[in-house]
């Protein structure tokens, strides 16, 4: 399972910046980067909130709490359950994505099924 450090290294590599990159825009020190990254310390919410908008992605995204790495369009809402799978293993991880993905799409054809009637 990805940590919050390797979603942040992944969310800056996407953008192609370098850590000195993301410093220079964010006034954080590249070493302050590097031990985010590296798990040695984490971002408070502020700063955490900081990087999705320079990786132009979700805060769900760098937590972990969604998959998905696009900006604002997989934020939580009223109806979106987050499931704590930490401690799975990443095979147990894939199969509750995978069953909800079924879910998805089974109650989407449903709905569809329902107004063509």
């Known amino acids: 399972m990805k940590t919050l450090g390797d979603r942040l290294r992944n969310a800056r590599e996407r953008k192609n910046l370098t850590q ?4 220079k825009q964010t006034g954080i020190n590249n070493k302050t980067i590097s ?13 955490l909130k900081l990087f999705a908008e320079v990786y ?9 709490c ?5 900006k604002r369009e997989d934020e939580l809402t009223p109806d979106t359950l987050c499931i704590d799978v ?5 095979e ?7 069953y909800a993905e079924f879910i998805r799409l089974k109650y989407k054809q449903t709905k ?4 063509q009637k």
């Open 20 to 23: 000195i990159d993301v410093s």
């Open 35 to 47: 031990n985010y990254e590296n798990n040695v310390s984490s971002p408070d919410p502020l700063t």
């Open 56 to 64: 132009e992605t979700s805060t769900d995204y760098l937590i972990g």
């Open 66 to 70: 969604s998959e998905k790495s696009g």
């Open 86 to 90: 930490f401690g799975l293993p990443d």
């Open 92 to 98: 147990a991880v894939r199969q509750i994505e995978d």
């Open 112 to 115: 569809t099924s329902k107004r």
